[in-house]
């Protein structure tokens, strides 16, 4: 629906109240979770909350400043909220609002009024001027000697003359050019006015190797003032801005237990097969971004487009792939993080059913996604990435929990970092849970914990022994989030072969010192398995909790819900 049609029933409200909705209305289109306007509690929430993503909060102070007629769009600084943003309109002068239209506004007034007069004129001027074009043309001085108006409305008849003379070579178009100046001499006011029209009409001749006279173009600009460069470029209207700006790439560092099958220079592939001793492959990848990439959406080839192999300005995909030695793999983090204001780290472990590739590219699109300040990290264990060896993925992913444990604590104690997050998502929960349990009974009583937020993702973990472990949790995480969906059918089918509750299944979990957030009303894609990365709500989620260390009572989106085991948290439908 059009914001014209929503405000016709403001009439007799109030400009505030009217200035208000029109920003809501224009809030919806940018963002996802937002269906109903809460009470007021939105006008205080910052924009950097409400729209995460970048490129689509500079779309909607765009479409924002188009929408209220301002010349120049908004200023994003940093912890503006809506309420802060309707002052400023208010103190500009802007509370009296304009009604958008679907075309894109003429800001030059007068040449708008102008445009249809002159159009018309240019069409009977041109009929008339078929036949016998000079003859029009050495008529035209004593038309335009009475007044201004003469002179204005003939103007579109010249330039359509002198159009077609250049077209044909003729030479009519120079006697036009030399009698222009005669033309424009009883009338003073007229000729300053269609000055810089003329000069166009000039120089368009001589590019195209008409000859005409250099006076009258030399005297133009004296004559008339050149429109400024603000008026001759136009907002353009909102349904022309795109969330991306332009391509770019996402740099990431991986660690995995893979063995690599291929090592050329530029690109190394892995496959699912272990690392006979269990060593880890330390490296980087460079991912692609490309220009039109939507937040939460993997971009590849599609078959039915004829798309047969990635295309970097296009898709998402591996540029390229080189692997590091230990020594040289810390330096690059420990300079990531020092460049980084935050000092930040998060490492993220895939699920089953998952390829290198395919979690090299998750990795980049979650790091972009939510603006990642830091080093984003990610950690591959050997999964088949096939749907029938889930049996063997499960053997794996309990054969890489050591592994993942020296991971951990060369992270923590040699690269610099401030923060640590980890992000595990489905099965890869399992090796996260026992490392962590590990590293908890080698740790002594008291000291700092190691992990600043440990995300539980879709897990794939039996929920009775995701309880048992809740106390490990706690001692080597500051802050637990566990999110999970009745909707989620891959984690409904591990039910049915375990035959025992999942922790990211229903019921929900609900454990003392762990934010359990029901998302079931977040699911995408036919799974509805990777909600946590593939939907923008539990993105912005997570960018609320890892830059900001917000509560979830206090983050936008989220409602709190009490029941007989205790106090959870869920999405708004």
């Known amino acids: 629906m ?3 049609k929503r405000l016709g029933p403001l009439k007799r409200t109030s400009s505030r109240k009217r200035l208000e909705q029109l920003v809501w209305s224009v809030l919806r289109r940018f963002t996802v979770g937002l269906r109903k306007r809460p009470s007021n509690k939105w006008l205080d929430v910052p924009f950097q909350r409400l729209i995460p993503d970048r490129g689509r909060r500079v779309a909607f102070f765009r479409s924002l400043a188009t929408t209220v007629r301002k010349r120049r769009a908004f200023v994003d600084t940093r912890g ?10 208010s103190a500009n002068g802007g509370s009296t609002i304009h009604r958008p239209s679907t075309d894109q506004p003429h800001w030059d007034t007068a040449a708008a009024k102008k445009a249809p007069a002159e159009k018309a004129s240019a069409k009977k001027a041109a009929a008339k001027a ?11 001085p004593a038309k335009q000697a009475p007044g201004k108006k003469a002179a204005a409305r003939k103007a579109p008849a010249k330039k359509s003359i002198i159009k077609k003379a250049a077209a044909k070579a003729i030479p009519a178009k120079k006697s036009v050019a030399t009698k222009t100046p005669a033309k424009q001499a009883p009338g003073k006011k007229a000729a300053a006015r269609k000055a810089p029209a003329k000069k166009f009409i000039v120089k368009k001749a001589v590019a195209k190797g008409v000859p005409a006279k250099k006076g009258p173009p030399k005297k133009a600009p004296a004559r008339g003032t050149p429109p400024k460069k603000g008026d001759a470029k136009p907002r353009p209207s909102p349904g022309a801005l795109r969330v991306g700006t332009e391509s770019s790439s996402v740099s990431i560092f991986f660690a995995t237990d893979r063995q690599p099958i ?12 272990r690392q006979p001793d269990g060593s880890l492959v330390y490296g980087t990848c460079s991912i692609s971004i490309p220009k039109a990439h939507k937040t939460g959406h993997i971009e590849s080839p599609e078959w039915f487009r004829l798309e047969f192999r990635p295309n970097p300005a296009r898709h998402i995909a591996i540029l390229k792939t080189t692997t590091l030695a230990e020594e040289a793999f810390i330096e690059r983090i420990r300079a990531t993080v020092a460049s980084s204001k935050a000092k930040d780290a998060f490492i993220f472990v895939h699920g089953y059913n998952t390829t290198f590739e395919n979690a090299a590219i998750r990795t980049g699109q979650m790091a972009f996604d939510l603006s990642f300040i830091g080093a984003p990290i990610l950690y591959s264990w050997p999964s088949k990435g096939a749907i029938k060896d889930y049996p063997s993925d499960e053997a794996n992913v309990i054969w890489t929990s050591k592994h993942f444990e020296r991971f951990l604590v060369l992270i923590a104690e040699r690269c610099g970092t401030e923060k640590i997050h980890v992000i595990a998502h489905s099965m890869g929960n399992r090796a996260v849970c026992d490392a962590l349990r590990a590293l908890s009974l080698s740790t002594p009583v008291g000291e700092t914990v190691l992990l600043h937020h440990l995300v539980l993702a879709a897990p794939d973990i039996d929920a009775d022994t995701f309880r048992e472990l809740t106390d490990a949790l706690r001692k080597m995480s500051g802050h637990i989030t566990l999110y999970s ?17 999942r922790a990211g299944g229903p019921p929900l979990v609900i454990v003392p010192g762990v934010d359990s957030i029901d998302a ?19 993105l912005s989620d997570l960018h609320a909790l890892l830059f900001s260390d917000t509560p979830a009572e206090h983050r936008f989106g989220l409602e709190k819900r009490g029941g007989k085991d205790g ?5 708004r439908p």
């Open 2 to 4: 059009r914001i014209k």
């Open 80 to 89: 503006l909220t809506p309420r802060q943003l309707l002052e400023q309109i």
């Open 130 to 140: 078929t036949p016998a074009k000079k003859s029009v043309a050495t008529k035209a």
């Open 262 to 273: 291929q090592e050329p220079e530029s690109m190394v592939k892995f496959g699912s097969k």
């Open 485 to 501: 969906s009745s909707a989620d059918k891959a984690i409904k089918a591990s039910q049915r072969i375990h035959r025992n509750p």
């Open 520 to 538: 079931s009303e977040m699911g995408s894609g036919w799974l509805q398995h990777s909600y946590v990365t593939d939907t923008w709500a539990l």
């Open 567 to 571: 106090i959870h948290y869920a999405f």
